[in-house]
């Protein structure tokens, strides 16, 4: 069976015998499974894992039976790798031939290349071969660094309300948030001009409209956490107008 990427940043995997599923990690683009497998209930199987994974609405159903042979179990196998854990890949490919298994694409870091094999060695058994083909990619969080690149989210003095300009750094969020299969915390920080007090639940409410105005653009709430800071963190001295105005910010952290 044969897992095929047919959209970017999607993780596809190629099964032993003709068969094959593409996913796109992180967007509401379709997954589809295609190819060859030995019976109906080695079909339900997979596609209920698939459905698990990504929803029933993103998954197209292509997926053939056919009368071939197989190694023993091997549906429950290869269903078994298809897990949560496999979101931790893009542009990736996964390849079962037979009991010969191999992944890749790009992951964050080495701790996730490690884990994402090791997840898949798990799901099988000592006869299957796990070879490790995954490479290190930008990190989200470096990608969330990147396009905020210092700029700071500008709110209406003293309150909550966003500027155009702040608006429009978010909307350049927004897009890679949604490329990402992350969880985010947004953490609001302040000067420290007035009551530690306000400045906490200052920055907090800050926070929490940057998390309102990111639902309004299509991120899922769940997906995100809001902490304020007030003035405890700050990144310079609060000594001068400049450096106070570089401590009135929002960061964005990859949970």
Request: hydrophobic share 40%; proline share 4%.
């Amino acid at each position: 069976m044969r897992l095929q990427r047919f959209l970017p940043l999607a993780l596809a995997a190629l099964l032993p015998f003709p068969a094959a599923f593409a996913q796109e990690a992180a967007t509401e683009r379709p997954v589809v499974a295609e190819g060859v497998v030995a019976d109906q209930a080695t079909k339900a199987r997979i596609l209920e894992k698939l459905r698990g994974v990504y929803g029933n609405e993103r998954v197209v159903d292509r997926i053939q039976v056919q009368a071939i042979a197989t190694p023993p179990n091997w549906g429950e196998y290869v269903a078994g790798m298809i897990t949560p854990g496999l979101q931790r890949v893009s542009a990736g490919q996964l390849e079962i031939n037979g009991q010969s298994v191999r992944i890749g694409g790009q992951v964050a870091n080495e701790q996730q290349r490690q884990q994402v094999a090791s997840d898949l060695s798990l799901a099988s058994n000592t006869a299957y071969t796990v070879t490790n083909g995954l490479k290190l990619g930008a990190s989200d969080q470096s990608v969330l660094d990147q396009t905020l690149a210092n700029r700071i989210i500008e709110f209406r003095s003293g309150s909550a309300q966003l500027t155009p300009l702040g608006a429009g750094i978010l909307d350049e969020m927004v897009s890679k948030m949604a490329q990402m299969q992350a969880r985010f915390l947004i953490v609001g920080h302040t000067d420290d001009v007035g009551n530690r007090e306000s400045n906490l639940e200052l920055s907090r409410a800050r926070a929490l409209a940057v998390k309102n105005y990111m639902v309004s653009k299509g991120i899922a709430a769940g997906r995100m956490d809001v902490l304020g800071k007030g003035p405890d963190e700050p990144v310079v001295a609060n000594d001068s107008p400049d450096g106070r105005a570089r401590n009135r910010r929002i960061e964005f952290k990859i949970q």
